[in-house]
Nanobody
Framework: QVQLVESGGGLVQAGGSLTLSCAAS????????MGWYRQAPGKQREFVAA???????TYADAVKGRFTIARDNAKTTVYLLMNSLEPDDTAVYYC??????????WGQGTQVTVSS
């Protein structure tokens, strides 16, 4: 059964764009602020962006102005549109509730690699 399934990652050159998708179970999606997080090699997982059930977004300073978070309530899917990608954006990207609910297992994530 679907809990959190991320997709859309890949290899892109600096300055390029990618759109990530996260399909979430409806019981999770419908009542929670959803967020994107990322974890680069050797670093802790960090917050990237979040969106409330009313579609109000918040962003980490590192991605503000470059990334856009959106949600489709009918599809119970949250998106992360990433523009002007930089090598420092290279990481595994995960979606989860925001803040992360401790009993909800993290998905497998999706790898984003930005080459210089």
């Amino acid at each position: 059964q679907v809990q959190l399934v991320e997709s859309g990652g890949g290899l892109v050159q600096a300055g390029g764009s990618l759109t990530l998708s996260c399909a979430a179970s409806s019981n999770i999606f419908s009542v929670n602020t959803m967020g994107w997080y990322r974890q680069a090699p050797g670093k802790q997982r960090e917050f990237v962006a979040a969106i409330t059930t009313g579609s109000r977004p918040t962003y980490a300073d590192a991605v503000k102005g470059r990334f856009t978070i959106a949600r489709d309530n009918a599809k119970t899917t949250v998106y992360l549109l990433m523009n002007s990608l930089e090598p420092d954006d290279t990481a595994v990207y995960y979606c989860h509730t925001h803040p992360p609910y401790a009993r909800l297992t993290w998905g497998q994530g999706t790898q984003v690699t930005v080459s210089s």
